[in-house]
């Protein structure tokens, strides 16, 4: 059964700065990842959604990143800013079927 | 423009008194899922429909159902809700060949339901 972990839970961090979300899965035999925003009290947004074919997408200030052979992708927010904060969610579609498996989110809070 | 739009945003509903959500989609996906989410937890896909095709998940539990009418609309029902079924209930959609696709779901803002 696939699993899938976020570290950290959560992160605060000042306004401007790099940072790094991490996620893990349990089975690399996954046909895409895909990353997306919450915020609270409403649905998800997919930010990006990388092939297991593809080691990394582009889109603005984010950037994810996918090592299927050690199960981790990492999403990269370059100059935070206050409204970049959310929860972040990475997904995972296995290769057969429809089935996502999410992770457990990582909640970011920029402070201005 | 919306894309997927649940209705209400907010549902509030007695012990034990049927309530159904609905879900509508303007990107003509084949594809459309319900999931729960409750506070600080990940998602939980309840069914899905590819097409026309009922998928429903193992620890489903019994009082949940769904339709779909048409390939706009899916609607979730709730028979008998309990406290536990409290939560944010989130439709979201795809186009998928089966069992391939490297498609996004996009997701609807959710219904939040309570339980008096």
């Known amino acids: 059964k696939q699993e899938v972990t976020q570290i950290p839970a959560a992160l605060s961090v000042p306004e401007g700065e790099n940072l790094v979300l991490n996620c893990s899965f349990t089975?690399?035999?996954?046909?895409?990842l895909q990353w997306f925003r919450q915020d609270p009290g409403k649905g998800l947004t997919s930010l990006l959604l990388i092939q297991s074919s593809q080691r990394e997408q582009t889109s603005g200030r984010l950037n994810a990143s996918l090592d299927k052979s050690s199960g981790r992708s990492t999403l990269y927010i370059a100059a935070s800013q206050p409204g970049d904060s959310a929860t972040y969610l990475c997904v995972v579609r296995e290769t057969s079927g429809s089935r996502l498996t999410f992770g457990e989110g990582t909640q970011l809070t920029v402070n201005p | 423009d919306a894309m997927v739009i649940q209705n209400p945003r907010y549902q509030v509903t007695q012990f034990g008194k049927p309530v159904t959500l609905s879900c509508s989609q303007t990107l003509n996906h084949n594809v459309m899922y319900w999931y729960q989410q409750k506070s600080s937890q990940a998602p939980k896909l309840l069914f899905h429909y590819y097409d026309k095709d009922f998928n429903n998940e193992a620890d489903t539990p019994d009082n949940f159902q769904s339709r779909r009418p048409n390939t706009s609309f899916c609607f979730l029902d709730i028979r008998s809700p309990g406290l536990g079924d409290a939560a944010m209930y989130l439709c979201?959609?795809?186009?998928?060949?089966?069992?391939?696709?490297?498609?996004?779901?996009?997701f609807g803002d959710g219904t939040r339901l309570s339980i008096l």
């Open positions: 089975d690399s035999a996954i046909y895409n």
């Open positions: 979201a959609t795809s186009r998928d060949g089966r069992g391939r696709t490297n498609q996004p779901q996009h």
